[in-house]
């Protein structure tokens, strides 16, 4: 059953779909897609499904999991949860009613606090009207370098609560990103044998740019060959902060 979390923002990890295809340049060294490759060899049933090896690879096809909508009613204590951290939950092959059906128990497990991230900010300004957005839903665009900026564009156009960014792997400076409407902005760089090395200054630029405008700043990881090669300290000290309005509540429970 799907619990617990070695990522430093959240507590747990719920995966109602698996699989996804890679659409922008932070998807290259994708964490997910080879983890779904070594599962799919040891058996696992969630990945089976092989996705188009242009854009995925063995075991990481679109694949949604109706078994699994039940978990965070079965977890016993409350909850961080990040919602598909082997997925995208708006990507195209996800159906539109199943993802209605994982926002209902979203909303009916008001004892968790869930944190969506996506890629697929287009759709998730399609949708966003037509679900229900409780207090306890997070929701996060992936923002990795200047050309996907709109992402945060999308974002704003979204009821959620909290509205975060992932700002990982930062792949270069982000002088212009706007942060009106964004709570929260989590920075780390790559990790993995292939790494993209991340410049200290578009870190310091981001934890700036969030001090300015007023977002919470959570420093991840600086990376390399694994996520905790570099740590995570940035100028002497961590950065963990939240979002500090009344959401933050859910955190603290």
């Known amino acids: 059953?799907?619990?617990?979390?070695?990522?430093?923002?959240?507590?747990?990890?719920?995966?109602?779909?698996?699989?996804?295809?890679?659409?922008?340049?932070?998807?290259?060294?994708?964490?997910?897609?080879?983890l779904a490759k070594r599962l799919k060899a040891m058996g696992a049933g969630k990945y089976q499904n092989d996705g188009d090896p242009?854009?995925?690879?063995?075991?990481?096809?679109?694949?949604?999991?109706?078994?699994?909508?039940?978990?965070?009613?079965?977890?016993k204590s409350s909850r961080v949860?990040?919602?598909?951290?082997?997925?995208?939950?708006?990507?195209?092959?996800?159906?539109?009613?199943?993802?209605?059906?994982?926002?209902?128990?979203?909303?009916?497990?008001?004892?968790?606090?869930?944190?969506?991230?996506?890629?697929?900010?287009?759709?998730?300004?399609?949708l966003a009207s037509e679900l229900v957005w409780p207090p306890n839903v997070w929701m996060g665009v992936s923002v990795e370098s200047a050309d996907v900026l709109d992402r945060a564009d999308h974002l704003r156009e979204v009821p959620a609560a909290v509205r975060f960014l992932s700002c990982e792997p930062l792949l270069g400076p982000l002088p212009r990103l706007d942060l009106t409407g964004i709570d929260w902005v989590i920075a780390g760089g790559e990790s993995g044998p292939h790494h993209r090395p991340v410049h200290p200054d578009w870190v310091r630029g981001l934890r700036d740019h969030c001090a300015e405008q007023g977002s919470a700043f959570f420093f991840k990881q600086w990376g390399g060959r694994t996520p905790k090669t570099g740590g995570r300290v940035l100028d002497g000290r961590t950065w963990d902060e939240r979002p500090s309005h009344a959401a933050q509540a859910c955190l603290s429970r």
């Open 81 to 126: 949860v990040f919602v598909n951290s082997m997925s995208d939950l708006f990507h195209a092959k996800v159906p539109k009613d199943f993802v209605h059906q994982v926002f209902q128990v979203m909303a009916e497990t008001p004892q968790h606090t869930y944190q969506i991230l996506t890629k697929r900010s287009h759709r998730l300004a399609r």
């Open 1 to 34: 059953m799907a619990d617990r979390s070695s990522i430093e923002w959240t507590e747990a990890t719920w995966n109602p779909t698996t699989g996804c295809d890679r659409v922008a340049s932070g998807c290259d060294n994708c964490y997910a897609l080879a």
């Open 54 to 75: 242009r854009t995925s690879g063995p075991g990481f096809g679109v694949t949604i999991h109706p078994e699994s909508l039940d978990i965070p009613r079965r977890w």
